[in-house]
């Protein structure tokens, strides 16, 4: 009788191989307010880009760090529809990285915007607080 040890081994890492050369991003499930850090530390970006950069690469740039860390992020199941319009609206943005200035974001939910507001102030990351708690957000 044949040892299935070998083919057992080879066909192992064959599997650990195919994993390895996966490009996707891992998904790392957040609360709120790891939610809101990212968020903030990456509006500040932009924000600071805006003043900043010279030329639009460099703002889309920012835009496209921003993505990136958006993506890697699960966040709680009533903002993922949210989280999945923003991205959208980031990459859009892309080409035109002036576009935010003019086209509002899409916003979650009131009661997810309520939520998130009142933990903004909570968040080191979010020194002026107004994404989720400007009057326009309540529009």
């Known amino acids: ?7 057992l081994t080879v066909l192992m890492f064959g599997i650990l191989l195919v994993l390895a050369c996966d490009d996707s991003p891992v998904e790392r499930e957040v609360d709120d307010e790891a939610y809101l850090a990212v968020m ?4 500040e970006r932009f924000s ?3 003043l900043v950069e010279k030329e639009e690469a460099g703002i889309a740039t920012v835009i496209e760090k921003f993505i990136d860390e958006l993506q890697i992020l699960a966040p709680p199941s009533d903002m993922a529809e949210f989280h999945e319009a923003f991205i959208s609206y980031l990459e859009e943005a892309v080409g035109d990285p002036t576009r935010p200035l003019v086209v509002p974001p899409p916003l979650p939910d009131k009661d997810v915007r309520e939520r998130l507001a009142n933990k903004e102030r909570s968040v080191d ?3 002026a607080p107004t994404f989720f708690s400007s009057p326009t957000a309540d529009q």
């Open 48 to 50: 600071e880009a805006i």
């Open 125 to 127: 990351e979010c020194r």
């Open 40 to 43: 903030c530390m990456n509006l």
């Open 1 to 7: 009788m044949r040892s299935s040890g070998p083919l």
